[in-house]
């Protein structure tokens, strides 16, 4: 009884919390901004990155399912362990309370591996969100170290400068890919340490597994990506390459701030402004469907997984 009760005030709380972010939040109280939000002015693109959000859900579902599916659990519940994850991941810091959600919803006896499941998940999706995000960083400092493009009004950057940032870049790319094998291969150091102390990763996972989370993942940046351009289509952005190289961007930046998610759209506001430098007519849109891809993406699947904890019977 004490479980189901605080249960119900935790996931009550952080639904209240989502709700009121929402309400408050400057879209409604600005009546220009308001106007532009409800009337995009290209519906079809619209339709297309809201259809995107069950197939990121999907994929996130079964990135969950493949490593957590030993007692031949139903895709069912994988779903509502990932919605339920992503109500908590919501309103914690970096998204710690996905984890946390996530690994008390399985079985006792399974919460190591649910842990090393998330983790794994989570580095994969990293390593994508890394390696875009320096594919894209180089392709800008390259521009700016020759003097073209927008970003950098023309000038040009010192090319040893930019040359260092795109090698520190595509090196910690390439390290964050190499985790895993450090942590497996390692026989002394800081490595047996590290796996010492998470007894999980103790029990590697098969090439397999691993490659499937990496292709998961990878579908998963290229859905949330089109999403991005999408919602930037539909009220009335031009998408052309250097779009898809300020998605990247966003995306990197947004995974290197540190904050609770509900404050992430801030964070995408900034940077998505900041490398389009859009005319002031078109910072309103701009901002509008960063709103739109925060919303459809984070919020709506937070407050089904808040709903569903809220009315689901049994809980492990």
């Known amino acids: 009884m004490l479980q189901k009760l605080a249960r119900w005030l935790v996931t009550s709380a952080a ?11 400057k879209m409604w109280q600005d009546d220009e901004v308001s106007q532009v939000f409800w009337h995009p002015p290209n519906p079809l693109l619209l339709w297309l990155f809201i259809l995107g959000m069950p197939v990121n859900l999907g994929l996130e ?72 995000g320096a594919i894209s960083s180089a392709a800008v400092l ?13 000038h040009r950057l010192p090319v040893a400068a930019c040359a260092a940032v795109c090698v520190a870049l595509v090196a910690a790319a390439i ?70 190289t300020a998605i990247a961007l966003v995306y990197l930046g947004n995974m290197l701030v540190p904050t609770a998610a509900l404050a992430e759209l801030g964070v995408r506001e900034a940077l998505i402004v900041a490398w389009i430098q859009p005319e002031p007519d078109w910072t309103v849109p701009l901002v509008t469907a960063t709103f739109a891809i925060w919303l459809v993406n984070l919020c709506i699947p937070a407050l089904i997984g808040g709903g569903m904890q809220l009315t689901v019977r049994r809980h492990a």
Not at 15 to 23: G, H, K, N, Q
Not at 142 to 154: L, P, V
Not at 220 to 228: E, G
């Open 61 to 132: 579902t079964a990135k969950w399912h493949a490593l957590t599916s030993a007692d031949r659990k139903p895709w069912s519940r994988s779903m509502r362990e990932v919605l339920t994850g992503m109500t908590f991941g919501l309103v914690t810091p970096n998204r710690t309370g996905d984890a946390v959600a996530r690994v008390a919803m399985v079985p006792p006896s399974e919460r190591t591996s649910g842990a090393r499941a998330w983790a794994v998940g989570a580095w994969a999706q990293a390593g994508w969100t890394w390696t875009f």
């Open 15 to 25: 639904l209240a919390y989502v709700v009121w972010t929402l309400m408050e939040h």
């Open 175 to 244: 390290a964050w890919w190499r985790i895993p094998h450090w942590a497996a291969s390692g026989d002394g150091g800081w490595s047996r340490r590290f796996t010492d102390r998470f007894e999980g990763l103790k029990t590697p996972l098969s090439a397999s597994q691993m490659n499937r989370q990496v292709i998961f993942s990878g579908l998963r940046f290229l859905v949330f990506t089109a999403q991005f351009a999408c919602a930037l289509g539909a009220w009335g952005i031009e998408v052309d390459g250097s779009i898809w």
């Open 142 to 154: 390259t521009n700016a170290a020759m003097g073209n493009g927008e970003w950098a009004h023309g």
